[in-house]
T-cell receptor, first 116, second 113 residues
Framework: GAVVSQHPSWVICKSGTSVKIECRSLDFQATTMFWYRQFPKQSLMLMAT?????????EQGVEKDKFLINHASLTLSTLTVTSAHPEDSSFYIC????????????FGSGTQLSVL | AQTVTQSQPEMSVQEAETVTLSCTYD???????LFWYKQPPSRQMILVIR??????QNATENRFSVNFQKAAKSFSLKISDSQLGDAAMYFCAIKAAGNKLTFGGGTRVLVKP
């Protein structure tokens, strides 16, 4: 099956710093990727849709200046949490849409962000 | 907009027995896909089974099968011959226009040896 790599798997940072998370489709080109957030014992909530070569589309209530998304190539989307605060601590998961297999989305392994 | 509801926060099943997880959904789209995902403690999302809305036949994948009732907007998952490795969170999800996935709140499955 198609592989999506997400790095880092976990990161600890100080409050006020920025953190970048990468999502790569390793064996296919993904014009569309999605970023989700998951709080402990809760479901996945869609944050934004990342489109290669264009601006990301954010879901209602998600601060676009806080969560910067860049999809500069067909295999890489990045999520930058700017000026992170403890309330940004969460599990972030990306998924990629395979152009030939649109019936399925392929997920990265997730990133646990802890802001001190 | 789509919504997905899982009414069972937790289900317990004896090893080798069968358990059924409930899921109801709402959408105004006529063309959509339904999924069940498994999230083990590693938190990697694993696709268990998928169903195309236009197909009347219920999907099956080995020990996993669904009961898709389109008119009732119901999509339950049956796990047969439960194994210890089936213990995980299970999420029901719908994918419609825009390819966005909307997830239900999840059901934790506990498997007793």
């Amino acid at each position: 099956g198609a592989v999506v790599s997400q790095h880092p798997s976990w990161v600890i940072c100080k409050s006020g710093t920025s953190v970048k998370i990468e999502c790569r489709s390793l064996d296919f080109q993904a014009t569309t990727m999605f970023w989700y957030r998951q709080f402990p014992k809760q479901s996945l909530m869609l944050m934004a849709t990342s489109n290669e070569g264009s601006k990301a589309t954010y879901e209602q209530g998600v601060e676009k200046d806080k969560f910067l998304i860049n999809h500069a190539s067909l295999t890489l989307s990045t999520l930058t949490v700017t000026s992170a605060h403890p309330e940004d601590s969460s599990f972030y998961i990306c998924s990629a849409l395979h152009p030939g297999r649109v019936e399925k989305l392929f997920f990265g392994s997730g990133t646990q962000l802890s802001v001190l | 907009a789509q919504t997905v509801t899982q009414s069972q926060p937790e289900m317990s099943v004896q090893e080798a027995e069968t358990v059924t997880l409930s899921c109801t959904y709402d959408t105004s789209e006529s063309d959509y896909y339904l999924f069940w995902y498994k999230q083990p403690p590693s938190r990697q999302m694993i696709l268990v089974i998928r169903q195309e809305a236009y197909k009347q036949q219920n999907a099956t994948e080995n020990r996993f099968s669904v009961n898709f009732q389109k008119a009732a907007k119901s999509f339950s998952l049956k796990i047969s011959d439960s194994q210890l490795g089936d213990a995980a969170m299970y999420f029901c999800a719908i994918k419609a226009a825009g390819n966005k996935l909307t997830f239900g709140g999840g059901t934790r499955v506990l498997v007793k040896p």
